[in-house]
């Protein structure tokens, strides 16, 4: 937004991250788990680590993509039924391989619900702050995914990153003419979403969630709130501003 003369006035905005804090996406990643780990038990090639040795693949496969892709799961089942059969001295049936793959995809192909409350918070926000979502992922994958959750038109702008670090959250709050320092993410990832954030200059709201990866889990780096429900979000923004932030 312009001032006089033509300078910039920064804004007030609220970054929100999308998987796990406006739709529900873990569960689906740990029901596909659980299917991988029963067919695996019927092939007699588990044991207790055997999830612990997936969530060991899906990381490495993250970290060598450089960000998060829609085939780094599929390809961490795969690689794990590989391994597994190789310990047992088994041969690699490539059916089996291509089902256990096809296993990490189906979690994509779930409908991406709303949390409850989200749809009452973002109408909440819209008339006082610029909405913002920054989401990781594949961005034809998560651009119709948020489509299909309904919550596409409560943005002014979606950001799908590879890698969410201090400086694309930098880029973005100038890209949307926002002052960090009266802006705020929200998000359930302390490595992805509170962490670099709060580099940035972002104030915080870390959204606690049942189901997370422990990938995601970090020591926060600065203060910053914490929210048990989605229904508590805009009361903490709102004592927060009302305090002088």
């Known amino acids: 937004m312009n001032g006089r003369g033509g300078s910039i006035v920064f804004g007030s905005g609220v970054l929100f991250d999308f998987d796990d804090t406006l739709v529900e996406t873990t569960i689906y990643f740990d029901r596909a788990k659980d299917s991988f780990a029963r067919l695996m038990k019927d092939l007699d090639l588990a044991d207790a680590d055997l999830l612990n040795v997936v969530n060991q693949y899906d990381i490495a496969e993250v970290e060598a993509c450089g960000g998060f892709h829609k085939e780094c799961f599929p390809r961490a089942l795969g690689a794990a039924y590989r391994e597994y059969a190789r310990r047992r001295r088994r041969p690699v049936d490539a059916g089996v391989a291509r089902a256990v793959e096809e296993m990490g995809r189906e979690v994509f192909r779930h409908r991406p619900d709303p949390l409850p409350g989200a749809r009452d918070l973002l109408r909440g926000l819209a008339g006082r702050f610029a909405l913002v979502l920054v989401t990781r992922g ?3 994958l998560q651009t119709r995914r948020l489509e299909a959750s309904g919550l ?3 943005f ?7 890698v969410k670090d ?8 100038l890209e949307h003419a926002l002052s960090p320092a009266a ?3 929200v998000g359930n990832s302390m490595r992805a979403d509170i962490n ?5 200059g972002f104030r915080c709201i870390y959204v606690c969630r049942p189901h997370t990866w422990d990938y995601d889990d970090e020591e926060p780096v600065g203060g910053h709130l ?6 508590e979000v805009a009361r903490l923004i709102d ?6 932030g």
């Open 166 to 173: 201090e400086a694309a959250y930098r880029t973005i709050a």
């Open 226 to 231: 914490e929210a048990r429900a989605l229904n």
């Open 156 to 162: 002014a702008g979606v950001h799908v990153l590879m």
């Open 239 to 244: 004592g927060s501003n009302g305090q002088g």
């Open 138 to 140: 594949d961005p034809r």
């Open 196 to 200: 670099p954030a709060l580099r940035a």
């Open 152 to 154: 596409a038109g409560w």
């Open 183 to 185: 802006s705020w993410m």
